[in-house]
C-alpha cells in the first residue's frame, strides 16, 4: 500500500481515539452549561423528543482536528507534516465554527426556538469568510483553474473563479447546514465525502491534504460515535456551518470541484428540495410537492423510519463518492 495511504489512515484512527476520550468531558460540559437542542415547531413530530439534547456538537470535531495538526508542525523541526498550506482550510474550519456557535447561541437565548442570527447577517458573514479564503487560493496559492474529467490538463478560468469560490463555500456550508436534521445524518455524509476527497488529493499526490482529509475522517467517525440514533449530541451549526464549507475548501483546493455536486449528491439533493419546495409553493398559491422539505423529512412522513432515512441517504453518498473518485481517474 502507499505509505503515504498508510500514515493517513493512522492519523485517522489516533484522531478517532482522541475525539472519543475527549466526547465525555465535552459531553458533561454542554450538559452543565444547558446548551440543548431546540426544535422546529413545523418540523416531524417525532422530533420532540429530541428536545433538550446537546448541541454544539461540532466543537467535538473542530477542537481535535485543530490540535492535531498544530502538534503535527510543531513536532516537526527539519520536516513540515502537514503543511502550511493546511493554514487556509483550518482558517476557515474557525471562521465558519465561529459563525456557527453565535447561531446555536442565538437559538439556544433568544426566545425563538429553533431560530438563530438572522439569515441576511449570516449570509453576509458567510460570503466575507469566503471571499477572504478564495482571495489567498487564487493570489497566493496561485490556484484558479479546474479540471475536466478525461482531459489531462486543468483549464484556468481567470478571475471567474473568485465569484464560483466563493458559491461554492457558501453554498457548500448552507448544503450540509440543511442536510443535519436526522442522527447521524451530516456526519456520515461528511466521513464519505472526505474520504472521496482524500482520495482524489491522494490521486494528484496532495500530500498535506490526504493527511487533514483523514484527520477530519477519524475526528468525524468518533462523532458519530455520541451522534447515531438516539443521539447523545448534535453537530448544530457549529459544526454543519464550518464543516460544509470546510468541503468546498477541499475541493477547490484539489481543483476537482466539478465533482463535488457528485461526491455531495446527498446535500445537494437537500438543498433543491427546499429550493423546490418553496418555488413551487409561491408559484402554485401553497400547494406542495414534497410533503416537508428538506427532503429527508419527505421520506419520513412517508413512513421510513430515522434510521432506514439516514442509512438509505448514506449508501447514496457512498455510491455518489465511488463514482466522483472514478471520474477524477479519467
Avoid at 31 to 55: A, E, M, N, V
Avoid at 171 to 193: E, F, P
Avoid at 206 to 229: M, Y
Wanted: charge should be positive.
Amino acid at each position: 500500500m502507499n505509505p503515504e495511504g498508510i500514515f493517513s489512515l493512522t492519523l485517522a484512527s489516533i484522531t478517532f481515539v482522541m475525539t472519543v476520550i475527549w466526547g465525555g468531558p465535552l459531553l458533561e460540559i454542554l450538559r452543565r452549561l444547558k446548551i440543548g437542542k431546540q426544535i422546529r415547531i413545523d418540523g416531524p413530530q417525532t422530533h420532540f423528543s429530541k428536545l433538550g439534547t446537546p448541541t454544539m456538537g461540532g466543537l467535538l470535531v473542530i477542537a481535535p482536528v485543530l490540535a492535531i495538526t498544530a502538534v503535527l508542525n510543531l513536532v516537526s523541526l527539519a520536516k513540515v507534516v502537514t503543511g502550511r498550506s493546511i493554514l487556509l482550510p483550518l482558517s476557515v474550519l474557525v471562521g465558519f465554527a465561529a459563525l456557527g456557535m453565535w447561531d446555536d447561541w442565538s437559538g439556544l437565548r433568544n426566545g425563538r426556538k429553533g431560530e438563530g442570527i438572522r439569515a441576511r447577517y449570516k449570509l453576509i458573514t458567510q460570503v466575507i469568510i469566503a471571499l477572504g479564503a478564495v482571495l489567498v487560493l487564487y493570489f497566493a496559492f496561485d490556484i484558479h483553474s479546474v479540471a475536466l474529467p478525461g482531459f489531462p490538463r486543468k483549464v484556468d478560468i481567470g478571475l471567474l473563479y473568485i465569484p464560483i469560490g466563493v458559491f461554492i463555500i457558501v453554498g457548500t456550508s448552507n448544503a450540509v447546514n440543511i442536510t443535519d436534521g436526522l442522527d447521524g445524518m451530516a456526519g456520515l455524509v461528511l466521513v464519505t465525502n472526505f474520504m472521496a476527497f482524500g482520495f482524489v488529493a491522494l490521486l494528484q499526490g496532495q500530500v498535506f491534504l490526504v493527511r487533514f482529509c483523514f484527520t477530519l475522517v477519524g475526528a468525524l467517525f468518533a462523532f458519530l460515535w455520541f451522534n447515531v440514533h438516539p443521539a447523545q449530541l448534535f453537530m448544530g451549526d457549529t459544526g454543519s456551518l464550518s464543516l460544509g464549507a470546510l468541503l468546498g475548501v477541499v475541493a477547490l483546493m484539489t481543483g476537482q470541484w466539478l465533482l463535488l455536486p457528485i461526491i455531495a449528491i446527498v446535500p445537494l439533493a437537500e438543498t433543491l428540495s427546499v429550493a423546490i419546495q418553496v418555488l413551487y409553493f409561491k408559484w402554485s398559491g401553497g400547494r406542495r410537492i414534497f410533503r416537508m422539505a428538506p427532503l429527508h423529512h419527505h421520506f419520513e412522513l412517508m413512513g421510513w423510519s430515522e434510521t432506514q432515512v439516514v442509512q438509505r441517504f448514506w449508501l447514496v453518498s457512498i455510491l455518489s463518492g465511488m463514482i466522483g473518485v472514478a471520474l477524477a481517474l479519467l
